[in-house]
Nanobody
């Protein structure tokens, strides 16, 4: 099992920045990739960013050039640096971990990000 705990959300003005963190614990050695998702009120959860154990990253078009995903393996922590925030970035942000070889996935509880106009 893997436990994920997000932090770093909050209220920020348009154009501001936030850094989300996701602390992982448990059977971390089984994780092969991690992602950030978000869910805005009344909308489906959508994928935001991806990073695998080799350091490959990928981003949704809506955040490309503004958000950066990274991980600190020594701290077992995933990050999402969000710059140039827009009101449409307002959502609950969720950390996700995949253990591909085991066919398992894990979710954090989410952290609220609100961008005021």
């Amino acid at each position: 099992q893997v436990q994920l705990v997000e932090s770093g959300g909050g209220l920020v003005q348009t154009g501001g920045s936030l850094r989300l963190s996701c602390a992982a614990s448990g059977s971390i050695f089984t994780i092969t990739n991690m992602r950030w998702y978000r869910q805005a009120p009344g909308r489906q959860r959508e994928w935001v960013a991806y990073i695998n154990n080799g350091g490959k990253t990928d981003y949704a078009d809506s955040v490309k050039g503004r958000f950066t995903i990274s991980r600190d393996n020594d701290k077992n922590t995933l990050y999402l640096q969000m710059n140039g925030l827009k009101p449409e970035d307002t959502a609950v942000y969720y950390c996700h971990a995949g253990a591909r070889e085991l066919g398992l996935t894990y979710w954090g509880q989410g952290t609220q990000v609100t961008v005021s106009s």
